[in-house]
């Protein structure tokens, strides 16, 4: 009878362990539905915010307008606000660092004109029918210009080779010439008379000669040519030039050689001459009047120095003993 009993509470305690072990595994059943429902829950708020988000972009592309919100205060303003574009006020550079877009012109000319007009304080851009606006808008125009990344120093330069071109008659040159085409202005020349009618540069294609012999010019000698800080000689000859020697000549200061003749070059020698210290052979027929600076004292290096009558030249005074001098030490 012993022995019975025990089989009957040995089977109660399996049907009891049984029993807990279903239980069990309806929790765990239970808790995984849970978590089922608690997953699709967020995939739902998630689908719900895509898709209105969605919408409500779609309504403000459509409006082109949107709602922003004051950081500064916090407050949120009206629905009538609206994001429209903003012009910013800006001081620009006093010297331009970075060509702008070259499209449209009337940008590339407004960064051109600007250039030019804090390099060169003598340029003027009010007639219409100067040789600076006819330089300029041909610049403008030209596709060399425009599709070449030229540096600053490099469009200042272009502007004067031009200016100069158009100030001494160069467009109505009896003669041919390759000036003013579209390739660099290294390159231009008269062909046939390339030993006399040429542009020189180095090789960073900076201009260093400009030697017009055989070009028939006339006109005058511009202001802008002082922007070729680099040039070395200038030589006009044979021409018809009526004009003075501009007090910005002074700033090419490596300017050894200077030929003009025959031409009609009057005025007064300008002291700004003497800013010129590499000066070998100045040449200069025309009829100049005034006395010879005492600034030319700095020409160390002259080695001819002629200003001919044959122009009327009339230059008074004495030889000052510091420039006879320096030009026989």
Request: glycine share 8%; with cysteine; aromatic share 6%.
């Amino acid at each position: 009878e012993g022995e019975v009993i025990e089989e009957e509470d040995n089977l109660v305690d399996a049907i009891n362990v049984r029993q807990e072990e279903e239980e069990d595994d309806d929790k765990k059943k239970s808790l995984t539905k849970g978590q089922r429902q608690c997953v699709i829950f967020v995939v739902v708020l998630l689908l719900a915010g895509l898709i209105i988000g969605l919408v409500l972009g779609l309504r403000i592309g459509e409006d082109g307008s949107s709602t922003a919100v004051d950081v500064g205060s916090g407050k949120e303003p009206s629905s009538s606000t609206t994001l429209s574009p903003t012009t910013a006020t800006t001081t620009p550079s006093h010297m331009p660092s970075v060509k702008p877009s070259l499209s449209p012109t009337t940008e590339f000319e407004g960064y051109l004109a600007n250039l030019i007009l804090v390099s060169s304080s003598s340029t003027s851009f009010e007639d219409p029918a100067s040789p600076q606006t006819s330089a300029l808008t041909w610049l403008v125009n030209d596709t060399f210009t425009r599709s070449t990344q030229l540096t600053e120093e490099q469009l200042l330069q272009r502007f004067a080779i031009v200016t100069f071109w158009y100030s001494v008659g160069g467009p109505t040159s009896p003669v041919s010439t390759t000036w003013l085409e579209p390739t660099s202005e290294c390159n231009w020349t008269s062909p046939g008379n390339e030993w006399y009618d040429s542009i020189v540069c180095d090789e960073n294609q900076t201009i260093k000669l400009v030697s017009l012999e055989k070009a028939g010019l006339s006109g005058s000698l511009p202001a802008e040519i002082g922007l070729l800080s680099q040039l070395q000689a200038l030589v006009v000859t044979q021409s018809g030039l009526v004009s003075t020697l501009p007090t910005e000549i002074g700033r090419c200061l490596s300017l050894a050689h200077i030929f003009l003749f025959p031409s009609l070059i009057t005025g007064t020698l300008p002291t700004e001459l003497g800013r010129l210290t590499s000066m070998e052979n100045f040449q200069v027929v025309g009829g100049m009047n005034g006395t010879i600076p005492l600034e030319l004292s700095k020409w160390t290096n002259v080695v001819s120095f002629v200003v001919s009558i044959e122009g009327g030249a009339q230059l008074s005074g004495t030889l000052p003993s510091e420039v006879i001098g320096a030009w026989t030490s």
